[in-house]
């Protein structure tokens, strides 16, 4: 089993919709969370944090569900410039080894 | 204000071949990486350095090796290169994971093809 999974999507939304989807990690004792945006053929750049009860930075929100094993983003009111590869980084406790998701890829059209 | 900065962004080699990547920062950060990023695999840690004159395997690093001889350089090297090796490599900074600042800067990547 990996040790982070992603629905690699892709998610094609109009604009204005709201999009969601979930991070699945196999270590209980992970302690860091984040998501990463990527672009085509572009380096991946920090989105955000995502904390133990839950943020929201602008149109997205981050949640983490630590009894389920997963973490969440959620955008609201989607714009075309959304359109991206959304990567899922887990920190490990012990070593803080990173882990990175295969990426959840979202497409929003006009 | 260059961040972390890779040389060279594509090349193109014929097996057997060697070549060195190059990853320079500017933000003192402790530690470096080195990641490739293969379609459908996410990205797969090859090596990384907690500091200068250290270097440690990552879970992908056959067929690469690596040198951190300076704190604000990463060199990735492929001594003989094979068409398995396509893809495209990542070099990334932070500081320590233990500092609460981990999160990770990247360079722009680098295409590498093995032909």
Redesign the interface.
């Known amino acids: 089993r990996k040790e982070?999974e992603q629905d690699?999507g892709p998610f094609n939304v109009p604009e204005g919709a709201t999009v969601a989807f979930n991070c699945t990690y196999s270590n209980s004792a992970s302690q860091?969370f984040?998501w990463?945006r990527q672009d085509c053929?572009?380096?991946?750049?920090?989105l955000m944090?995502v904390y133990s009860s839950g943020n929201e930075d602008g149109r997205f929100t981050a949640q983490l569900n630590r009894a389920s094993q997963y973490i969440s983003l959620l955008i609201r009111d989607s714009k075309l410039s959304d359109s991206a590869t959304y990567?899922c980084?887990v920190?490990g406790s012990n070593d803080?080894k990173?882990s990175?998701?295969?990426?959840t890829t979202v497409t929003v059209r006009a | 204000n260059a961040g972390v900065t890779q040389t060279p962004k594509f090349r193109v080699l014929k097996t057997g071949q060697s070549m060195t990547l190059l990853c320079a920062q500017d933000m003192n950060h402790e530690y470096m990486y080195w990641y490739r990023q293969d379609p459908g695999m996410g990205l797969r840690l090859i090596h990384y350095s907690v500091g200068e004159g250290t270097t440690a395997k990552g879970e992908v690093p056959d067929g690469y090796n690596v040198s951190r001889l300076k704190k604000q350089n990463f060199l990735l090297g492929l001594e003989s290169a094979a068409p398995s090796q396509t893809s495209v490599y990542f070099c990334a900074s932070s500081q320590a994971p233990d500092s609460g600042a981990n999160v990770l800067t990247f360079g722009a990547g680098s295409r590498l093809t093995v032909l």
């Open positions: 982070v690699p860091s984040f990463y053929r572009k380096e991946p750049k920090l944090s990567l980084v920190i803080y990173l990175f998701g295969a990426g």
